[in-house]
Nanobody, 125 residues
């Protein structure tokens, strides 16, 4: 069964850090680009970051550039999102999703294939 499972969310104070994981089962991530998205209450889902499978190219939304880092470990079939200098505006449910090879659909969410169920990140003092 194809599955993506996000983990690592939680409550963190402003300025803190979290590392999210997106673990795949039932298929290998080697040939997929992985995008991270987030959705805050009352807001549309937005693309946060993406990493391609072909050359490992990475992409970031302007709002997270310089603070978030995406990486992948194909041996563990997992993609990570390191989030530093978090602010309350980063509060959202974070999802990972796949598309074949390159980040061609990202940051648009409607072109993605498989989705995880999300992990909640709350940044608050």
């Amino acid at each position: 069964q194809v599955q993506l499972v996000e983990s690592g969310g939680g409550l963190v104070q402003p300025g803190g850090s979290l590392r999210l994981s997106c673990a795949a089962s039932g298929f290998t991530l080697d040939y997929y680009a992985i995008g991270w998205f987030r959705q805050a209450p009352g807001k549309e889902r937005e693309g946060v970051s993406c990493i391609s499978s072909s050359d490992g190219s990475t992409y970031y939304a302007d709002s997270v550039k310089g603070r978030f880092t995406i990486s992948r470990d194909n041996a563990k079939n997992t993609v990570y999102l390191q989030m530093n200098s978090l602010t309350p505006e980063d509060t959202a449910v974070y999802y990972c999703a796949t598309e074949p090879e390159t980040c061609s659909s990202w940051p648009n969410y409607y072109g993605m294939d498989y989705w995880g169920k999300g992990t909640l990140v709350t940044v608050s003092s």
